[in-house]
């Protein structure tokens, strides 16, 4: 790994090299997958704090229904921040 690596997740997490190499592949597979420029996420928020499983989200933490799919309200409550700050670091107005 680079310079950048670290044991402890959360730490990893707020590293600017590690957001910047997640974006890098997401976009990678997303122009691969031949999406349109408006499908690919410009900004990424990374999760540092994980379960045993190494999962972010989880049905223990309310992120996942007990059949795994993901509780938008519940996100978006958590992550509310994180967005407003990608949104205001991209120089997008945030919605109220």
């Given at each position: 790994?680079?310079?950048?690596?670290?044991?402890?997740?959360?730490?990893?997490?707020?590293?600017?090299?590690?957001?910047?190499?997640?974006?890098?592949e997401i976009v990678a597979e997303a122009k691969?997958?031949?999406?349109?420029?408006?499908?690919?996420?410009?900004?990424?928020?990374?999760?540092?704090?994980?379960?045993?499983?190494?999962?972010?989200?989880?049905?223990?933490?309310?992120?996942?229904?007990?059949?795994?799919?993901?509780?938008?309200?519940?996100?978006?409550?958590?992550?509310?921040?994180?967005?407003?700050?990608m949104y205001a670091q991209l120089g997008e107005t945030v919605n109220a």
């Amino acid at each position: 790994m680079g310079g950048w690596y670290d044991e402890d997740n959360t730490v990893i997490a707020t590293k600017p090299e590690a957001k910047k190499r997640i974006l890098e592949e997401i976009v990678a597979e997303a122009k691969a997958g031949k999406l349109k420029t408006f499908e690919i996420p410009k900004a990424v928020h990374l999760e540092g704090k994980t379960n045993e499983l190494g999962q972010g989200f989880s049905v223990e933490n309310d992120m996942l229904t007990p059949t795994f799919k993901v509780k938008r309200p519940q996100l978006l409550k958590r992550y509310v921040l994180q967005i407003d700050q990608m949104y205001a670091q991209l120089g997008e107005t945030v919605n109220a």
